[in-house]
């Protein structure tokens, strides 16, 4: 539902919250697409079972993989329309077991589903480069000193951690202070104290005020039939039913499969501390084992300014979106939308 209202569906909400518009951006604009709030007990979706709030990596590419079936069972109209995945964040885990799964299934002859390609916006993908690329990223950007972040250099901390490389990223962390972790550049909406809302339903740092309330108004919900609270709880940024186990460290494996099969896009907004560009870079790297990229590092336009830097293999191509935090379609929407539709039509990068 964030990435309905905030990012890229055909409405966003007005300046005071107090109602809709018209998204001149929306994705909507160039294919069909289906917001899937996953896995059971996110957002609006449920179970009937207190063992079904109990899910993993797998149990989740397979829950939505029923319902791929399912939808396409009800909608036959839809089953032959090219098929992609997209999905940002913890997605990057989504995204590939669920196309894997696709894969597997119509290779069985169990249905067909006509999985085209995916697409993954600043997401969770290897474990050994995504958890140690803050510190790299933060000191090009000047969030902390480049004398402490050359002692940490020397002392092999950048991809490995000890004693003394857990007290020195903790001076960093004191240094670089409460910033948005989402977008360095952007202000923290809950302020200083944000660190005391982890637990809380709403992520650190972002305003979804108006859609916890918009969705939570019980005439929205029966309008888009949406169970009550009464029966399902309030809806929040963040479940507080789920019980989630992850399964994978990296899901590169998964990519030797989708990459050579499927067409594929990695993109990262450049500003983004939580999925770092840097961390991407590295297992992207890793992936390709040393293959040398046919376009490395050339930029990218959009009415005439350069919004982007991509950088394209054989089998996949990587982009950074120019001053975008964690949720690229919120932040620079027209970009984003350029990327999405051109990646659709085969001829990304269309400068202009």
């Known amino acids: 539902m964030y990435g309905l209202f905030y990012e890229h569906g055909p409405w966003q909400f007005t300046q005071t919250g107090d109602a809709l518009q018209l998204n001149p951006n929306s994705w909507n604009r160039v294919c069909n697409v289906i917001y899937l709030e996953s896995p059971a007990g996110v957002g609006f ?5 207190a063992d079904g709030y109990y899910s993993d990596d797998n149990q989740t590419a397979e829950d939505n993989y029923l319902f791929l079936n399912e939808f396409f069972r009800m909608y036959p109209q839809f089953q032959h329309n090219d098929f992609y995945i997209a999905g940002e964040s913890y997605a990057g885990i989504y995204v590939p077991t669920l196309a894997y799964r ?19 916006g600043n ?9 140690f690329s803050y510190m790299p990223f933060a000191a090009m950007h000047g969030l902390f000193s480049p004398n402490l972040f050359f ?19 903790g001076i960093a962390h004191n240094q670089i202070g409460h910033i948005n972790r989402y977008g360095i550049y952007q202000e923290c909406y809950q302020g200083p104290h944000r660190f005391s809302l982890f637990n809380s339903s709403v992520p650190p740092c972002l305003n979804a005020l108006f859609l916890t309330n918009y969705l939570n108004n019980e005439t929205v919900r029966e309008g888009i039939h949406a169970l009550p609270i009464s029966q399902i709880g309030v809806w929040g940024m963040c479940s507080q039913k789920l019980h989630y186990t992850s399964l994978y460290s990296t899901v590169e ?7 050579n ?7 990262s907004g450049d500003t983004d501390g939580s999925v770092p560009f840097v961390g991407t870079v590295e297992w992207i790297k890793d992936f390709e ?5 046919d376009v490395d590092w050339l930029h990218w336009t959009l009415n005439g300014q350069v919004v982007g830097y991509r950088t394209s293999y054989p089998n996949l191509e990587f982009t950074t979106v120019k001053g975008a935090g964690h949720m690229v379609p919120q932040d620079k929407p027209e970009v984003a939308y350029a990327m999405f539709s051109q990646f659709l039509a085969g001829t990304f990068p269309t400068n202009s």
């Open 45 to 49: 979706s449920y179970s009937t079972s």
């Open 102 to 120: 696709i894969h597997v299934g119509n290779a069985a002859g169990n249905s067909h589903i006509n999985l085209k390609g995916i697409l993954v």
């Open 123 to 131: 997401g969770v993908t290897n474990e050994q480069y995504d958890s």
């Open 151 to 169: 002692q940490m250099e020397k002392n092999g901390c950048l991809f490995a951690n000890s004693r003394l490389c857990e007290e020195l990223k």
């Open 253 to 259: 494996p998964l990519y030797t499969v989708l990459a």
């Open 261 to 267: 099969q499927y067409r594929v896009l990695i993109y």
């Open 289 to 293: 084992g040393g293959t040398k990229p």
